[in-house]
C-alpha cells in the first residue's frame, strides 16, 4: 500500500518548456489536489478534484492544467513554464469526509 | 490570501517546555486539522477536531477550537528534538477545498 505515489522527484525546465506531473493513489480515495510550496512559505491550492471527472481551481491555477484520468491518477501539466513556477509539488488525497489528507512525497521543480 | 494564519512564524524552546501554537481562519469550516513537515518532506497529518469540538488530545497533543473566534490553538506538551518541525493548520473552507495556513516553524533546541 503505497498511498500517494508523485513523479518524478526531481525536475530542472527552462523557461517555456513543459511537462506533467503525475499523481496516483491506491487508497480508492475520491478527492485528490495539487499543491505548491515555495521556500518558508505554506501551502497553496493550485487545483483539486472532487471526484472521478470534475476539477476545479483553486488559489493559484494561472499557468497550469490538471486531468483527472481515472479515479487513481491525477496530474497536473505545465504548458510553459516561468521561473515563477519554481516550487515543490505536492500531490494530496483526503479520506472519506475530508478527514485525513495523505501527502506524495514532492516534486522539486526548478525552472531556469 | 490564504484561510489559515498560523501565530507564531517562528518558535524556539527548550527540550521539555510546552510549545503552543496558533491558527486563524475566516470563513466558517466544518473542522480544522494539524499537520507536520519535516524539512522538504511531504505533510503528515497530526489530528482532526470538528466544528461542534472545543478540545481534543492524542498523546502529547492538546487542540482546541473557538469557533466564535475562528482561531484554535496546537499545544505540544514536553517537547523533544525530534518535533522539530513546520507545523500546519488546514480548513475545509468551502465543498471540498482543503486550504492550508502558513506554519509555524518550530525549533526545539536539545
Redesign the interface.
Known sequence: NAG?TQTPKFQVLKTGQSMTLQCAQDMNHN?M?W?RQDP??????IY?S?SEGTT?K??VPNGYNVSRLNKREFSLRLESAAPSQTS?Y?C?S?GQG?????????TRLTVV | SQQGEEDPQALSIQEGENATMNCSYKTSINNLQWYRQNSGRGLVHLILIRSNEREKHSGRLRVTLDTSKKSSSLLITASRAADTASYFCATDASSYKLIFGSGTRLLVRP
Open positions: 500517494v478527492s489536489y499543491y518558508g512559505m505554506g501551502l497553496r491550492l483539486y472532487a476545479d483553486g488559489e515543490v505536492f494530496a483526503p475530508y478527514t485525513e489528507a495523505f501527502f506524495g512525497q514532492g
